[in-house]
Nanobody, 120 residues
């Protein structure tokens, strides 16, 4: 059983910064793609950032230049550094990972979500 545990959310003023973390635990072989999603009230969940196993990254246009996704494979952890935060970044942020749990089976796992609120 794989578990993803997120941390780092909170309340921040516009222009401020936060760093989210998400650590995977349990029994598995390898973590491939790691993603951060977010869901604001009344809106659909959207993909914010992706980091692939080789380290390449993709970002939503709305966060390019402000957010940075990174990973520490030794710690099975993905990070999201969020700078120059705006009120429209307010949402529940979820990490998600493609995890190889058996020799020929990969599953998609999700964290519980962490609230990020940007407000003065």
């Amino acid at each position: 059983q794989v578990q993803l545990v997120e941390s780092g959310g909170g309340l921040v003023q516009p222009g401020g910064s936060l760093r989210l973390s998400c650590a995977a635990s349990g029994s598995f072989f390898k973590i491939n793609q790691m993603d951060w999603y977010r869901q604001a009230p009344g809106k659909e969940r959207e993909l914010v950032a992706t980091i692939f196993g080789g380290g390449s990254t993709n970002y939503a246009d709305s966060v390019k230049g402000r957010f940075t996704i990174s990973r520490d494979n030794a710690k099975n952890t993905v990070y999201l550094q969020m700078n120059s935060l705006k009120p429209e970044d307010t949402a529940v942020y979820y990490c998600s990972m493609d995890i190889r749990v058996k020799t020929y089976y990969t599953e998609r796992d999700w964290g519980q979500g962490t609230q990020v609120t940007v407000s003065s």
